[in-house]
């Protein structure tokens, strides 16, 4: 069986090399030995000629005739929960959408990130009962990472 930490430090080795913003999002093997490698980049999209160069790191390292595998190299899609804090950061200011533990749902734009936590601005217009005017209600959240179930980025055109 091929090993995840073997793939994870193949993977890594090659992303390091190539410093240029890239790092590691997941790793999965499948019983049938068909390996997904997902990675990002902070500074925008990861770009075909990197996750090439990464997939030829892994695919030299590993000895097809021990054992046969499928090896897939891709960046995560838009699309996609975040996974790792990286992701956090490489979003900062962008528009997000937050389900907690608890399943409440925030919508937002993401402040600031670590770790342990992050923050958010969630914007809402409410009526006010009074003077039936539109007003704008800002609060901002400090959610800890234990709290969220889920961060996607909100998607617009």
């Known amino acids: 069986m091929i090993s995840k930490n073997e793939v994870i430090k193949l993977a890594e080795e090659r992303i390091n090399e190539l410093d240029n913003g890239n790092y590691l999002v997941s790793v999965s093997i499948s019983s049938k030995n068909s390996i997904r490698v997902k990675m990002d980049n902070l500074n925008g999209g990861v770009s075909v000629k990197d996750c090439v160069s990464v ?17 897939q190299v891709s960046s995560p899609g838009l699309d996609q929960p975040f996974v790792v804090a990286k992701q956090y950061l490489k ?4 528009q997000v959408t937050v389900t907690k533990t608890s399943n409440e749902v925030l919508n937002g734009e993401l402040l600031k990130a670590n770790d342990q936590e992050i923050f958010l601005r969630e914007i809402k217009i409410e009526k006010n009962k009074i003077t039936k005017k539109k007003d704008k209600i800002e609060t901002t959240h400090q959610l800890l990472m ?4 889920e961060t996607k980025l909100i998607i617009s055109f």
């Open 146 to 149: 234990s709290e969220i179930k």
């Open 55 to 71: 997939s030829r790191n892994i695919e030299h390292n590993l000895d097809r005739e021990k054992e046969d595998f499928d090896l």
């Open 91 to 94: 979003n900062l200011g962008n």
